[in-house]
C-alpha cells in the first residue's frame, strides 16, 4: 500500500483558519446528521450492472467525498494535508458475525472499484482479527446496517486519539410504494469542514444516486 500523495494546506490564507484552531481544541470536535436517501434508481443501476447494491452506494460514497474537496483534507501533526485521493475502510461481516477493518481503495471505473471491493471483503473472511492491515489517514469510515432502519446515529469514539476522518454509515432499504430508501449518516471533523460542505457532499451523493 504505496504512500498517498497530500499536500500541505497553508493555513495562514484559509478563510477558515480561526473555526479550524476553535474546533481542533474540542473534546469532540466531530458533530453529525442523519438524512434520508432516495435510491430507487441505484438499486435497479446496481442489478442492472450486475454489482452488488452495498458496492455500488459505497462507490458512490467515494465519488462524492473524492469531490469535495474539505472531505479530502485531514489532521496531520496539528497541519492540515489535502490528499489527493480518498479511499475507505468499511466494517465488513464475517460468518461468525465478527466483524474487520477493510481497506478499499478507490477507483473511479465502477467495475475495477467492484473487483477491489471484492477481492477486499473476501481477504476479510479469511482472517479474525479488527485491524487486518496498515491504515493511513485518508480514508472514509464506512460501514451499513442493513437490518436497520435508524433516525440517527452516535459513534464510538477515543477523544485522546487523533482523529479526523469522516464517518458514513447507512441503514436498511425501505420500500414504499416503489420507492426505495436507506438513512444515511454523516459525521465529520468540524475544524475541517461545517455543515454547507456536509450539504455539498449529501447532494452531490443524492445527484449520483438518481444518474
Not at 56 to 62: A, G, N
Not at 75 to 83: A, R, S, T
Not at 86 to 100: M, N, V
Amino acid at each position: 500500500y504505496f504512500q498517498k500523495m497530500k499536500q500541505k494546506l497553508n493555513l495562514d490564507t484559509w478563510n477558515r483558519k480561526e473555526h479550524f484552531l476553535f474546533f481542533k481544541q474540542m473534546e469532540e470536535p466531530f458533530f453529525g446528521i442523519t438524512t434520508t436517501i432516495d435510491c430507487s434508481n441505484a438499486y435497479d443501476k446496481a442489478k442492472e450492472l450486475n454489482i452488488s447494491f452495498f458496492t455500488y452506494y459505497l462507490h458512490k460514497t467515494l465519488v462524492a467525498a473524492n469531490a469535495i474537496e474539505n472531505f479530502r483534507y485531514r489532521i496531520i501533526d496539528d497541519e492540515i494535508y489535502i490528499f489527493d485521493t480518498i479511499d475507505a475502510s468499511a466494517t465488513i461481516l464475517r460468518e461468525d458475525k465478527t466483524f474487520g477493518f477493510s481497506l478499499i481503495e478507490y477507483s473511479n471505473n465502477i467495475n475495477d472499484f467492484a473487483e477491489i471491493t471484492k477481492t477486499e471483503i473476501a481477504r476479510i473472511q479469511t482472517t479474525t482479527r479488527l485491524f487486518t492491515r496498515d491504515f493511513q489517514e485518508n480514508l472514509i469510515h464506512f460501514s451499513a446496517l442493513p437490518w436497520l432502519n435508524f433516525t440517527s446515529f452516535s459513534h464510538a469514539r477515543s477523544f485522546t486519539f487523533p482523529d479526523s476522518c469522516p464517518k458514513i454509515s447507512f441503514g436498511k432499504m425501505m420500500i414504499e410504494n416503489g420507492k426505495k430508501t436507506m438513512s444515511m449518516s454523516v459525521h465529520v471533523h468540524h475544524g475541517l469542514m461545517d455543515g454547507y460542505h456536509v450539504s455539498q457532499f449529501v447532494n452531490y451523493f443524492q445527484e449520483l444516486m438518481n444518474s
